[in-house]
């Protein structure tokens, strides 16, 4: 069976590596090629967009692909739709990984927004020091806001950005403990972030929780209409059903 993983993302890098032992199975993963320096699946990897809908349907059928894993992060909308729309019309069967969002606890002072531009627009609630940690694309969306800005991302983000900003180049995992920190040292006001979920990431809102801080957090964008599974093993168990 050949499998394509639309990758990104730390269950697509688990799922590769659970499928890649197998001697039954034939794997590739597939990046967007974004990122400089990318964490790397193991197992066969290919870079770069397939030119929409009709270009991976075009890929599935000239590869023989017989499954599609759609294991890109939530807030990648344009993929996850091509997918859906090539793998109709290629007759390829298609799963949606998806790690579940998170969830408040108590003591959380989550606010959740729509999409950046409305985060952007709160902002001013909450106070002047702002962790930014939403990614390099759509920064430019803060670029008119007033206030300090830490932003966090991977790589460098082109301008238009903040005004007045710090930029830190990191891509996780993190501890609570350093986030704990990096808001103290930074005095900041209020947390920024996409509801990504997953582990990799989580500690800046335990450590919001901690310092009593706000969180402003971005509502994920509605998924096609396929059938979706939560975790590594649910997409493997897909596998071996549509197998
Ligand atoms: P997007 O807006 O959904 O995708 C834009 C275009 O990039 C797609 O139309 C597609 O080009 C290409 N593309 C995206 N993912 C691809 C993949 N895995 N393999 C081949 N082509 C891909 O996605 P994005 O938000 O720019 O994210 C890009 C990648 O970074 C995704 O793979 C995602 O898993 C990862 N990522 C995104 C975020 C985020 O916050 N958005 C965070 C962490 C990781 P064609 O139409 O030409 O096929």
């Not at 969002?101 to 989550?110: H, L, N, T, V, Y």
């Not at 500690?203 to 975790?231: C, H, M």
């Amino acid at each position: 069976m050949k499998v394509l993983i639309l990758g990104g993302t730390g269950e697509a890098r688990s799922l590769a590596a659970a499928l890649v032992e197998r001697t039954d199975t034939e794997v590739v993963s597939s990046l967007a090629g974004r990122v400089r320096n990318p964490k790397l699946p193991v197992g066969d990897v290919r870079v770069g967009g397939f030119g929409g809908p009709d270009g991976l349907a075009d890929w599935l059928t000239a590869e023989r692909v017989d499954a599609v894993v759609d294991a890109t992060h939530p807030f990648a909308r344009r993929i996850s739709a091509s997918a859906a729309e090539a793998a109709k019309r290629a007759g390829t069967p298609l799963v949606m990984l998806r790690r579940p969002g998170w969830s408040a606890r108590p003591g959380d002072d989550w606010h959740w927004v729509d999409d950046l531009p409305e985060a952007a627009r709160r902002l001013g609630e909450f106070g002047d020091r702002v962790f930014l940690t939403t990614g390099r694309q759509g920064l430019a969306e803060f670029a008119d806001c007033p206030g300090w800005f830490l932003v966090r991302c991977v790589d460098a983000p082109e301008p238009p950005t903040p005004a007045e900003m710090r930029l830190l180049l990191d891509r996780g995992p993190y501890t609570v403990d350093g986030e704990r920190a990096l808001m103290t040292e930074h005095r900041i006001d209020v947390l920024v972030t996409k509801d990504s979920g997953g582990a990799l990431t989580v500690a800046k809102l335990d450590a919001a929780r901690d310092l009593g801080l706000p969180v402003v957090i971005v509502r994920r964008p509605p998924t096609p209409d396929v059938e979706q599974v939560s975790t590594v093993e649910d997409a493997v168990a897909w596998l071996d059903r549509s197998g």
